[in-house]
C-alpha cells in the first residue's frame, strides 16, 4: 500500500489549502484515515481523523477552520484548511488504517508553510 499526499505550499495567513492523500495497492478495506502535523521542533500531533462511518474528531486549535472528508471509491482523504495561522506552519502526514488488522500507513508528508 502506498499514500501519495499533495496540495501543499506556501499560503499568507488567513489563506487556504487543500489537501490529499490518495491510497493505492492492495486495499482490501479502509478504516480511519486521518491527517497528523509535525513543526519544527515539535512533536507529531493529530489534526484530524475521521472513520470509516464519517465520524470526525479535531485538534482543538484547528476546529471551525480545517475540515476532513473522504472518497471511498478514489480510496482519498482530503483536509479542507481554512484561515491558516502562523502556528499551522509544519509538515502534514496522512495516515490510514487498513484492514480487518487495522495495520497503519503513512505518507510522505506535504510542507506547509504560513507566512507573510
Known amino acids: 500500500v502506498q499514500l501519495q499526499a499533495s496540495g501543499g505550499g506556501l499560503v499568507q495567513p488567513g489563506g487556504s489549502l487543500r489537501l490529499s492523500c490518495a491510497a493505492s495497492?492492495?486495499?482490501?478495506?479502509?478504516?480511519?484515515m486521518g491527517w497528523y502535523r509535525q513543526a519544527p521542533g515539535k512533536q507529531r500531533e493529530l489534526v484530524a481523523t475521521i472513520t470509516s462511518g464519517d465520524s470526525t474528531k479535531y485538534l482543538d486549535s484547528v476546529k471551525g477552520r480545517f475540515t476532513i472528508s473522504r472518497d471511498n471509491a478514489k480510496n482519498t482523504v482530503y483536509l479542507q484548511m481554512n484561515s491558516l495561522k502562523f502556528e499551522d506552519t509544519a509538515i502534514y502526514y496522512c495516515?490510514?488504517?487498513?484492514?480487518?488488522?487495522?495495520?497503519?500507513?503513512w505518507g510522505q508528508g506535504t510542507l506547509v508553510t504560513v507566512s507573510s
Open positions: 495497492g492492495s486495499i482490501f478495506s479502509i478504516n480511519t
Open positions: 495516515n490510514v488504517d487498513i484492514g480487518p488488522l487495522s495495520v497503519d500507513y
